[in-house]
């Protein structure tokens, strides 16, 4: 069964699109923790980081700093973070990046209580 970010890589369901290639696709994120919120996916379906083909996060490299000079963020400085499985955090069970910016991001002691707070 698809899940959301293979339905969204199909064009099955809408995105805000950044840049899409035939590999990969970056979008905004329908509910942002940062002024600049991207999602940034694989279009072939991987679980998570644990499970990447190592040979294609290479090209996901090269992917991902495109979308931050695109955007505008690779001089100023992002956040970029994946989260894997369920104690990781992990809630769509399809390998993505957050890439966060567009102001000064900082840790709290409230991210070591809740992981989503600390964006």
């Known amino acids: 069964?698809?899940?959301?970010?293979?339905?969204?890589?199909?064009?099955?369901?809408?995105?805000?699109?950044?840049?899409?290639?035939?590999?990969?696709?970056?979008?905004?994120?329908?509910?942002?923790?940062?002024?600049?919120?991207?999602?940034?996916?694989?279009?072939?379906?991987?679980?998570?980081?644990?499970?990447?083909?190592?040979a294609l996060m290479g090209e996901m490299t090269k992917f991902i700093q495109e979308v931050a000079s695109v955007i505008g963020v690779d001089k100023t400085g992002y956040r970029l973070v994946t989260n894997c499985g369920e104690n990781g955090g992990q809630e769509v069970m399809h390998l993505h990046f957050h890439l966060l910016g567009g102001t000064m991001l900082k840790w709290t002691d409230d991210h070591l209580n809740d992981p989503k707070d600390s964006f």
């Open 1 to 54: 069964m698809a899940c959301i970010f293979d339905k969204i890589a199909a064009g099955e369901i809408p995105s805000n699109k950044v840049l899409e290639n035939d590999n990969f696709l970056a979008f905004h994120d329908i509910n942002p923790k940062a002024p600049i919120h991207i999602l940034i996916i694989p279009k072939k379906h991987y679980e998570n980081f644990q499970v990447m083909d190592p």
